[in-house]
């Protein structure tokens, strides 16, 4: 399988990129221009250059051809991203791992789309692709750094079963990573919400802290 992640070159997109590509799954990572998305894997596979990474340079148009598509970019260019590839994302299952949340005062706080999550709005701009959400729980240093050990489990949502468990069982590629089925897309409020919450923790704790759900054998 190929994954294309679209804003590929931000914190989020470049360490979900590195992540996968390090257990072997080819990534295309895309960016708006080939010769930014060029500069970032140039950067990624050098950091890392103990690892194979399979990552390949791709504008979003190229990665969103991809057999599977993850969306990283920033909430304020989720959707005029999205919209400019309705045809390439036709049929397909695209990951939203998009927060909406601002900073106020000196604290985050989550936003609330007028669709009521990132999720929703996308699903509405692309109707014909299988929409589904995961990734938002997890800090951007780790999850890109191929040499930390990860232990964390991640939230999916989407409205069929069969995309769900596609998802999943990309999540669970990674070591240490555990993907967890959390309904469908009414639950994307409440997963993209915790967010704001998350980053609030770690700033108080100054730590990087994930989430673990109990009680499931």
């Known amino acids: 399988m190929k994954i294309g992640v679209l804003g590929g ?16 799954v080819e990534v295309l990572l895309g960016s708006r221009t ?16 103990g690892h194979d990474l399979s990552l390949v340079p791709a504008t979003n148009e190229m990665a969103a051809r991809a057999d599977l598509v993850v969306l990283a970019t920033p909430v304020e260019g989720a959707v005029n991203t999205v919209r400019t590839l309705v045809d390439e994302l036709s049929g397909k299952i695209l990951v939203s791992m998009v927060n909406a949340m601002v900073k106020w005062g000196d604290r ?11 999720a929703l709005a996308l ?16 800090p951007a240093g780790q999850l890109g ?23 999943i069982g ?8 555990r993907g967890i089925d959390v309904g469908g897309l009414g639950s994307a409020l ?18 990087h802290a994930s989430l673990r759900v109990t009680g499931i054998v």
């Open 9 to 24: 070159t931000g914190p989020a997109g470049s360490a979900v990129s590195a992540r996968l590509a390090s257990v072997g």
């Open 34 to 49: 080939l010769e930014k998305a060029t500069e970032v894997v140039d950067g990624l596979t050098k950091r890392w250059s």
């Open 108 to 118: 985050f706080v989550p936003l609330m789309p007028y669709t009521g999550s990132v």
């Open 123 to 138: 699903s509405r701009v692309v109707p014909a692709t299988h929409v589904a959400g995961a990734f938002h729980h997890l």
């Open 145 to 167: 750094d191929p040499d930390h050990q990860l232990d964390a489990d991640v939230m999916v949502f989407s409205d069929l079963r069969s995309v769900t468990d596609e998802v």
């Open 170 to 177: 990309m999540i669970d590629l990674v070591p240490g990573l």
């Open 190 to 207: 409440a997963v993209e919400a915790l967010t704001a919450c998350l980053v609030e923790v770690n700033r108080r704790y100054k730590t």
